[in-house]
């Protein structure tokens, strides 16, 4: 059982000043792992103050040295890769091979990456007599969702830490001790007292406290849109700068000349993914209509190589869901695609054959989808894929950007022409063309109700400074 009941304040492991505390479950066994405390709103003002004391000293850091800290907290990163596999495993459920290709690696990347970007950053310009300085924000409140525990928060911790922001990090509690092992590796690679804190909680309490918190500068949020728009509610009253990254439904747009098996492979590896717990997962597949047929067939003889289990077994790239209620939700969104006349085309309602035990849902196809359905518009946050056939490449743009959000959007195929106009077309802050490997330099954020702000490299420690003009400056 692992005890993890002492918040990371100022430098130091210290009791909550409450006694609540919530177990943590491992989704695949339904069973629980351990427990963390529910931290007080006296927790937070602790943070919150240690934090402030630190940003005096931290923000007038050079960037010389907030990149070696980086590259330090990487390498004490690697040195506990086997730890962080272990405990993201057993939290979210994400198979083991999955895990260290995706949750450990991006983690990873985004530290090393800041840093290379770190030294190249210009915190001043000159404009004549004008000097124009970028400086640390001040203490930066991060909020972190459970689907990615390592990633969400690395890429706000390194941006934060670059521009010499001061932190308070509240993460998900259901995911919860990736970021306590962060908080050792913070530890352990030289990170001054009060710049890094941590704070375990709830939404209602630390998640409100952070947002509200007259000490903080700065809410970075990535999570549901609903509680984006409470954050930015309760940031409005005392002006905070809100950065929101939020949900998605994109769309996988395939062209008439792509390979249709290829096409297929791309199509239910974006959907299954981390069980479909992915803000990016492309869960639109829009297909002419005359490959329809055959791109059915090449799906269900896809599918079934993604095997679902256990998420220790090397061989299973799709775990249960993180949560009970994560189950629900998804079985409630495969009946009301039923119910609105969807197609069923693989997959379904109940647990696979076999994984009685653990959050585990079937990876599901419908076709003859319209993306007027519930099913088209609402993010399910499950292995859900709805195929939604298009006649001629405008009408598939059309389709593909009548959504609310615009996290993100792909394009499948060969003609270049068409590769582009797509890509250029679609209204999403990231467009990926035929598979194209991770960028951790390339910005990371939403259009429309998909969010406010950038994440990743350069432009994620932009996102953590006040930028100040001085006029008639001597140089
Ligand atoms: P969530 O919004 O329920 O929770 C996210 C975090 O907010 C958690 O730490 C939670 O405790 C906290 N929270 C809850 N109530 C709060 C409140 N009133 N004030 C402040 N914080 C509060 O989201 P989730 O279920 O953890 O994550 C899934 C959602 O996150 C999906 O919609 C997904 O698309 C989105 N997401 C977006 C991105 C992105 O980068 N755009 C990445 C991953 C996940």
Redesign the pocket.
Do not use: D, H
């Given at each position: 059982m692992r005890n993890y009941t002492k918040h990371y304040i100022n430098g130091e492991w210290v009791e909550s000043t409450g006694s609540e505390t919530e177990d943590v479950i491992n989704p695949a066994a339904e069973e629980v792992t351990g427990r963390i405390s529910m931290g007080t709103q006296e927790d937070l003002d602790r943070a919150v103050q240690a934090a402030r004391d630190a940003f005096p000293s931290f923000s007038t850091t050079t960037k010389e040295y907030r990149a070696e800290l980086l590259e330090n907290i990487a390498k004490e990163y690697e040195n506990r890769k086997d730890d962080l596999i272990e405990v993201i495993t057993e939290e979210l459920g994400s198979p083991v091979s999955m895990t260290e290709k995706v949750h450990y690696n991006m983690g990873l990347q985004h530290f090393k990456e800041t840093a290379k970007q770190l030294r190249d950053f210009e915190f001043t310009e000159r404009r004549g007599e004008t000097l124009i300085a970028k400086e640390p924000i001040g203490v930066s409140g991060l909020?972190?969702?459970?689907?990615?525990p390592t990633n969400?928060t690395s890429t706000k911790l390194a941006g934060a830490l670059a521009a010499g922001s001061t932190v308070v990090l509240?993460?998900?509690?259901l995911t919860p001790y990736a970021a306590i092992l962060l908080a050792e590796i913070f530890e352990k690679a030289g990170v001054p007292k009060g710049v890094f804190n941590l704070v375990n909680g709830?939404?209602?309490t630390i998640?409100?406290g952070?947002?509200s918190h007259p000490g903080i500068d700065l809410v970075s949020?990535?999570?549901?849109?609903a509680?984006g728009q409470?954050?930015s509610e309760n940031a409005a009253k005392t002006i905070k700068k809100v950065a929101l990254?939020?949900?998605?439904k994109s769309p996988l747009v395939i062209l008439d000349d792509a390979d249709v098996e290829k096409a297929a492979k791309t199509a239910v590896s974006n959907v299954v993914m981390n069980t479909g717990q992915v803000?990016t997962a492309a869960t639109r597949t829009l297909v002419p209509r005359s490959m329809h047929e055959a791109f059915i067939e090449a799906v269900k003889e896809v599918l079934p190589k993604f095997r679902v289990g256990d998420p220790k077994d090397e061989n299973n790239v799709v775990g249960p869901l993180v949560a009970q209620k994560q189950w629900d939700r998804v079985q409630g969104y495969i009946e009301k695609g039923m119910e609105e006349g969807a197609t069923l085309v693989a997959g379904g309602t109940g647990k696979p054959e076999g994984l009685e035990e653990g959050y585990y849902v079937k990876p599901t196809v419908f076709t003859d989808v319209r993306n007027d359905m519930v099913i088209a518009q609402e993010?399910i946050?499950g292995p859900v894929m709805s195929i939604i056939t298009y006649d001629d490449i405008d009408e598939a743009i059309e389709i593909a950007n009548d959504t609310v959000y615009g996290?993100a959007g792909y394009v499948f195929g060969e003609d270049e022409e068409k590769l582009k106009k797509v890509a250029a077309s679609l209204q999403a802050g990231r467009i990926t063309v035929n598979n194209a490997k991770a960028d951790f330099s390339a910005p990371f954020g939403?259009y429309k109700e998909?969010?406010v702000g950038r994440e990743w490299g350069d432009y994620g420690i932009e996102e953590y400074l006040e930028v100040k003009a001085i006029l008639g400056m001597p140089s």
């Open positions: 909020i972190t969702p459970w689907n990615f969400q509240k993460p998900a509690e709830s939404g209602e998640g409100n952070i947002s949020f990535t999570g549901s849109g509680v409470k954050v990254e939020l949900g998605g803000c993010e946050f996290l939403g998909s969010g």
